[in-house]
């Protein structure tokens, strides 16, 4: 498009981005790789839909320490009756013989069930009343009533073999992890953590703990965005701060393409084993920059993409109708996905929200693409633009939420516990509205 930002919604840029990124090629690994290494299991994203193979449980077991018996043994009336011991199955490798008529066998919780038994009395409703590790309490006969239920968990009754265990899409969390295992899935398809450069232009900004010059501040956006874009499980590696001039930021993004994490391993990439490149060694999958992209006579990243270089390719400028982050663009850097958002420091974080997760989302191979959103009754109001999505820093109490301080302070950002996302078309927000809200 022109030199001229172009006017969009928050979905239709949104959109954009999703345009500008695919999901990462998958890759099978083994599940217990995947969980040892030194990253989040969780952040590894299943590529295609898995089924068990093996069936949970895998056999009938008993689901109380107790007695297996044959219920036809055992009076329909309720009385008690006694049945002779015959054999002590515990859980371990086991492959009990049948239970007879008229006989009982001790039975731990998860030891198979005897061949011809239907039910588990739990010792403390017997005769026994408990088995005492320390001592052998083995009785030759013991008493016992017919129960309410049979205490059994047969074969396959929690996740049958075949059954669809979890949809592609699917982040492997700890309990996804437990039944794949659970069901005999020792190897997975999956997507690596994605790898992103974060760079931050200005040449006001020193890196953090450099003093500082009358007029320098701080780069906390590069820190401030590796931290949020981590937390959506990618990789990230810090740039810069660059200065102000095209020749340091193609210079900086030169090397983000060239110098960036590893592959291989999706849960071993680290941005502190960033090593020299090479095929071990392949280029970002998104360049995150912040600053630069308004309006100013120094503004050096719309600067570079205005001036379209060769290695820059479907620039797109845009004012976004989102309060704050209006400013916004998109390109590729030697066909490498670049968001460029604003430098404000709010402005910042929420672009990131709004545009770099949805982005990180699409690499990993998440379903459904941007922010999650979950609707909250507003306790405290505010007034919002109108004609823009104004995205307002939060806290959330029982009561409702109430902006956390003024939305543009970086000091309302630390305090809010969340997002509240505010319509275009609302003026007012009231208490008692429902807003949609983004934890944080
Ligand atoms: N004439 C106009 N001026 C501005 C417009 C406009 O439409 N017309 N838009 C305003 C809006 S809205 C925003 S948001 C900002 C965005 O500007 P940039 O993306 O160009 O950001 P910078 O100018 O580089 O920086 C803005 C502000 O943030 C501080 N900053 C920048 N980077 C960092 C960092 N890494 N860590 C901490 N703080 C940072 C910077 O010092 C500035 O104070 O433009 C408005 N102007
Ligand atoms: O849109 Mo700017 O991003 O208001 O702060």
């Known amino acids: 498009m022109g030199v001229e930002p172009r006017s969009r919604t928050v979905a239709e840029h949104v959109a954009a981005v999703l345009g500008l990124v695919a999901p990462l090629p998958a890759a099978v690994m083994r599940l217990s790789e995947l969980v040892d290494a030194r990253t989040a299991s969780s952040d590894i994203v299943l590529a295609d839909d898995v089924r068990a193979l093996a069936p949970v449980p895998a056999f009938d077991h008993s689901a109380m320490d107790g007695y297996a018996v044959r219920s036809a043994d055992l009076p329909a009336s309720g009385e008690s009756v006694t049945l002779r011991v015959t054999a002590d199955i515990a ?14 066998a001790r039975i731990m919780t998860g030891a198979p069930l005897p061949p011809g038994a239907d039910a588990v009395v739990p010792v403390e409703r017997t ?15 013991v008493t016992l009533t017919r129960q309410p239920r049979d205490h059994i968990r047969r074969r396959g009754e929690d996740i049958a073999a075949g059954s669809l265990l979890a949809r592609a899409g699917t982040e492997l969390r700890a309990p996804v992890v437990a ?28 890196p953090l703990g450099a003093p500082t010059a009358p007029g320098q501040i ?38 983000a393409v060239r110098h960036v994490g590893r592959s291989g391993d999706p849960g071993a990439a680290s941005p502190s084993t960033a ?29 570079l993409l205005t001036s379209r270089p060769e290695a820059l390719t479907d620039v797109e400028l845009a004012a976004v109708g ?13 066909g490498v996905p670049w968001i460029a958002v604003p430098g404000t420091p709010v402005a910042a974080y929420v672009s990131c929200a709004m545009f770099v997760r949805p982005a990180v ?21 505010w007034s919002s633009p109108r004609g823009r999505e104004q995205v307002v820093p939060v806290r959330v109490t029982a009561r409702g939420i109430a902006p956390s301080g003024d939305g543009h302070h970086l000091s309302a950002l630390v305090a809010a516990d969340a997002l509240a ?3 275009a078309d609302v003026e007012k927000v009231s208490p008692g509205d429902l807003i949609p809200v983004i934890p944080l």
Not at 127 to 139: I, L, M, N
Not at 286 to 299: M, N, P, R
Not at 322 to 334: E, S, V
């Open 91 to 104: 859980a371990a490798p086991n492959d009990p013989e049948p239970l007879r008529p008229g006989t009982a």
């Open 322 to 334: 989102m309060r704050p982050g209006r400013p916004q663009a998109l390109a590729r850097w030697r």
């Open 179 to 206: 039944g794949l295992a659970a069901a005999g899935v020792h190897e997975v398809g999956v997507r690596r953590r994605p790898r992103v450069a974060v760079i931050a232009t200005g040449s006001e900004l020193v």
């Open 361 to 381: 989302g699409r690499l990993r191979g998440l379903p459904g693409p941007g922010a999650r959103t979950e609707d909250r009754p507003v306790a405290v109001g």
């Open 218 to 255: 701080t780069d906390s956006n590069s820190l401030m965005l590796a931290a949020a874009i981590r937390a959506m499980g990618a990789d990230v590696v810090r740039l810069g701060p660059v200065g102000d001039t095209s020749e340091a930021l193609t210079a900086a993004l030169d090397e």
């Open 421 to 423: 996302v505010v319509p």
């Open 127 to 141: 005769s026994t009343g408990r088995f005492d590790p320390a001592a052998d309490t083995r009785a030759a006969a």
């Open 275 to 303: 090593e020299a490149p090479g095929p071990e060694n392949p280029a970002p999958d998104l360049i995150v920059t912040a600053g630069g992209v308004s309006a100013g006579a120094a503004d050096v990243v719309r600067g």
